[in-house]
């Protein structure tokens, strides 16, 4: 895992065999980012789950093979508690070029991964159960 921060974006580069989401919290903790935009992702993953959402809970798939990581974008955000909460969503393409997208739950990286994220200063966002859908939501501050 290599970063670098430069006029508030987050250059990352993850290498073979790295867990996507464990290294981007570790990167998220010592960069002191608390909310975030990732604007773009390339690269590939295996055993990758990917979540559909169908309004009641997650439909979880599951590709063990590599797969081309065609797409990625998201927020991070956290909790009441301060806990990081990652809401990213990919497109994935397998060797016949078929696209597979949807929430990231977990993913391993395949050879290397290539991710920008933004941090943002001013705004901060958090997510809340809310009481009107049931649902943790994205709340502005």
Same mark, same amino acid.
């Given at each position: 895992m290599i970063y670098r921060l430069e006029d508030g974006k987050i250059m990352v =580069? %993850? $290498?073979?065999g790295e867990n996507v989401l464990e290294k981007l919290k570790v990167i998220v =903790? $010592?960069? @002191? %980012?608390?909310?975030g935009v990732i604007l773009n992702g390339v690269g590939m993953l295996r055993k990758v789950k990917l979540g559909y959402f169908d309004g009641k809970g997650y439909v979880v798939d $599951?590709?063990? *093979?590599?797969?081309? %990581?065609?797409s990625m974008? @998201?927020? &991070?955000?956290?909790? *009441? =508690? @301060?806990? &990081? &909460?990652f809401h990213i969503h990919v497109g994935l393409a397998d060797r016949s070029k078929s696209m597979y997208g949807g929430h990231l739950l977990n993913g391993i990286v395949n050879n290397v991964n290539e991710i920008l994220i933004m941090k943002l200063e001013r705004v901060k966002m958090r997510r809340r159960l809310s009481e009107k859908t049931g649902l943790m939501e994205l709340f502005l501050e």
């Open positions: =580069k %993850l $290498e073979d =903790k $010592e960069s @002191g %980012l608390s909310s $599951e590709f063990e *093979d590599p797969m081309e %990581l065609v974008q @998201g927020n &991070i955000s956290s909790d *009441d =508690k @301060g806990d &990081i &909460i």
